[in-house]
């Protein structure tokens, strides 16, 4: 069968399935991204495409996404065309819809079945615009949010199916959009995720590696910004530090801006939140480690005391789900998408988004107690692997849906 990925930042959500359907060598498999460091791999061919146009900095603003987006999916399209050229003729396409990369496919191959990824309706209310109130939204971003959301309308008719990883990104869609919708995750690699009593973190700064029995708790974002409450969480860590005197903070993410509003601040938002905290923090103990490979991330959540994991109601992080598998004592905000993951006392522990002093009293509540809380890592490792494990719970999934769009003689076995 011939097999081709989309998505413009590779693998993106497709890690999982990607090498699943790679390893199994009885497929060829495409993959096509705007990616151009992807190295070469056996078994798959990485193909880049550049977007055919950019809006202009002068674009209309209710229109410039959609712009963008229709660049995007014609810049795929063309590569499509050249595949197609040299005799690849997929026979299911499997890609993310939110750059418009798929608006095309059907102009290509108007028999080939798509099933498209869909993360995320843009919401003017109950989802990341104006939520906090320290980041109020502007007299204009219900329309502009709702502009955004013209590729989402274009793309529920290319596709023949389309996905969401959770019920919360599943019902920010209308209605409408519902019966095209399946809900699973993409899975997560517990037989990989697993607590380990031995893993150990080597810092430039200490003469010894840091160890699950040391007082360490952590923080994670793909880039530290309001979206995902490192605000909430800098203002949390004076008063987690005074109050545990050997506690470190090991903080894994970069200083850019994934979602929302950038800093106006030299220095992105981790030098505005280091003016506002101050001399309140005993620096010594902050450990900012930028984006660390996927081998360092792993070990420093598995000697993790407490890990923090803070967002507003937007999609849910990977981190939250694999800091869970690897068993770590989640503190987390109690917001909807979080609670679809997170059942306070039971498998991890919610407090309130907009109150840094009781983020912090329960930070120091695990630090101090760990082995009152330690039944809440074990539930939360046992959730994940019953309900988001890749191979037993989401593949199966994902393989019957595969195949309820390809003939009988097409259809992927599951052993």
């Known amino acids: 069968m011939n097999i081709l990925f989309v998505h413009q930042n590779f693998p993106g959500q497709y890690r999982e399935l990607f090498q699943w359907f790679v390893a199994r060598g009885e497929h060829r498999v495409v993959f096509l991204t705007q990616r151009r460091d992807v190295p070469a791999m056996a078994g798959a061919e990485i193909v880049t495409y550049a977007p055919h146009h950019r809006a202009g900095a002068d674009a209309y603003a209710l229109s410039s996404y959609w712009e963008d987006c229709c660049g995007n999916g014609y810049g795929a399209a063309e590569a499509c065309e050249a595949l197609k050229r040299k005799g690849f003729r997929p026979d299911i396409v499997l890609g993310h819809v939110g750059w418009g990369e798929l608006t095309f496919m059907k102009q290509v191959w108007p028999d080939v079945p798509i099933l498209g990824f869909f993360e995320y309706y843009f919401l003017s209310e109950g989802g990341s615009v104006g939520f906090d109130p320290e980041f109020p939204s502007g007299t204009q971003a219900r329309f502009t949010l709702h502009a955004r959301n013209a590729v989402n309308f274009a793309n529920i008719q290319t596709v023949d199916l389309g996905h969401c990883p959770t019920h919360w990104q599943r019902d920010t869609f209308p209605e409408s959009f519902h019966d095209k919708l399946y809900v699973c995750h993409d899975g997560i690699r517990t037989d990989r995720l697993r607590p380990d009593p031995e893993a150990h973190v080597a810092l430039g700064r200490l003469d010894r590696p840091l160890t699950a029995r040391d007082e360490v708790f952590t923080y994670m974002a793909r880039n530290m910004e309001p979206v995902r409450g490192f605000h909430v969480f800098m203002r ?80 849910l992080s990977w981190s939250l789900l694999e800091s869970m598998s690897m068993g770590a004592t ?86």
């Open 236 to 315: 949390a860590l004076p008063h987690i530090l005074d109050a545990r005197p050997n506690a470190r903070a090991l903080i894994i993410g970069g200083n850019e801006t994934s979602y929302g509003r950038k800093s106006t601040e030299p220095g992105g938002y981790r030098a505005e939140m280091e003016r506002e905290v101050g001399d309140r923090v005993d620096w010594s103990r902050v450990h900012f480690l930028g984006r660390v490979p996927y081998a360092a991330y792993r070990q420093v959540i598995q000697i993790s005391r407490c890990h923090i994991y803070l967002t507003v109601p937007f999609v």
């Open 330 to 415: 989640v503190v987390a905000s109690d917001v909807a998408p979080v609670r679809e993951a997170v059942e306070h006392g039971r498998t991890g522990l919610l407090v309130d988004f907009f109150r840094p002093e009781a983020l912090a009293r329960q930070v120091v509540e695990v630090l101090e107690r760990p082995g009152d809380f330690a039944s809440l890592g074990r539930a939360a490792r046992d959730f994940i692997v019953e309900t988001h494990d890749f191979h037993t719970r989401a593949l199966p999934v994902h393989l019957d849906r595969i195949n309820s769009l390809l003939p009988a003689a097409r259809r992927v076995a599951l052993s």
